[in-house]
């Protein structure tokens, strides 16, 4: 029984990060998609260099910052992913 309680820590920890990271991570993916979509209409529409620098760098904000919540999000289900390991392999006890 010892064995299983840093086990089970391990995986809520590993669940509670993925729910979160992924759900900023769908936050920013709306979010890009909304910079990208002002990108591309700035680029169209703007022939100043520096407003469509501007929107360029918004939108890459936010790819960024999708790329660190997507990193993170797939830790922490490796996190869980482990410790759901550990449990399957901890040997059975005949007799106990």
């Not at 809520?12 to 900023?24: C, K, N, R, S, T």
């Amino acid at each position: 029984m010892i064995r299983i309680i840093p086990l089970l820590a391990i995986m809520a920890a590993g669940i509670a990060g993925a729910i979160i990271f992924g759900y900023y991570a769908l936050v920013d993916w709306d979010a890009l998609e909304k910079g990208y979509a002002n990108f591309a209409a700035v680029a169209q529409s703007s022939p100043e260099f520096a407003t469509v620098f501007v929107a360029e760098a918004e939108q890459n904000i936010h790819r960024i910052n999708l790329f660190a919540e997507g990193v993170w999000f797939l830790q922490s289900a490796m996190l869980a992913a482990i410790g759901f390991h550990g449990l399957c392999v901890i040997p059975r006890r005949l007799g106990n």
